[in-house]
Structure formats: C-alpha cells, structure tokens
Nanobody, 122 residues
Framework: VQLQASGGGLVQTGGSLRLSCAAS????????MGWYRQAPGKQRELVAD???????NYVDSVKGRFTISRDNAKNTVYLQMTSLASEDTAVYYC?????????????????WGQGTLVTVSS
C-alpha cells in the first residue's frame, strides 16, 4: 500500500499547477485525504483536506486559490493550485488518515506520499 504524488514542478508567479495523489494496493474506504507542505526551514503544515463525503478544509493562506477534490473510485486526491506565489514554494505531501485493507479488513493509519516539489519563481 502506498500513496504516489505527482504534478509538482517549476511555475512562475501567478501560474497554476495540479497535484495528484493516488493510493495503490489493496486499499479502500479512505477516510480523510489531505495535502500538506513543508517549506525550507519550516514545519510541515496542512494545506487542505477532504473527507470521504466531500467536506473540505483549507488553511487561510490558500483559500480562494487552491481547490482540493477526490475521486473515491480511484482512491485519488487532487489539489488544483492557482495564483501561485513564492510563499507556496514547498514540498507537497499527500496523506490518508485511515484506510481499509479490503483483503484483511484491517486498517492503515496515517499514510504519506513521497512528496512532490513545487517551486514558484518570479
């Protein structure tokens, strides 16, 4: 079971990027999926998360610019980022707080993807 993040890259100020994170393996019923980021010299912070039912939560600094969504059938979460600014530069990590192994009916907790780098340059 793993989370695979993709979509990061170099973008100019004001540009857009779309991050994706797919969960693979014998996994189902993921509870909350989220995106975190860690900028150089700073602590990792929650950017946005989304419940299995579609309820969303955003950190204030990205409200109105970022949109989180998910496809439950594909066990995938997305982060559409627009109006990017230099302060958005960070490594972005996806997270799943709890998921079910459909073979064993056991739970996985606090799964993390490998991180994808977003660099916003002027």
């Amino acid at each position: 079971v793993q989370l695979q993040a993709s979509g990061g890259g170099l973008v100019q100020t004001g540009g857009s990027l779309r991050l994706s994170c797919a969960a693979s393996g014998s996994i189902s019923n993921i509870n909350v999926m989220g995106w975190y980021r860690q900028a150089p010299g700073k602590q990792r912070e929650l950017v946005a998360d989304i419940s299995s039912g579609g309820s969303t939560n955003y950190v204030d600094s990205v409200k109105g610019r970022f949109t989180i969504s998910r496809d439950n059938a594909k066990n995938t979460v997305y982060l559409q980022m627009t109006s990017l600014a230099s302060e958005d530069t960070a490594v972005y990590y996806c997270n799943a707080d709890r998921a079910t192994d459909y073979r064993t009916h056991s739970y996985y907790y606090n799964l993390w993807g490998q991180g994808t780098l977003v660099t916003v340059s002027s």
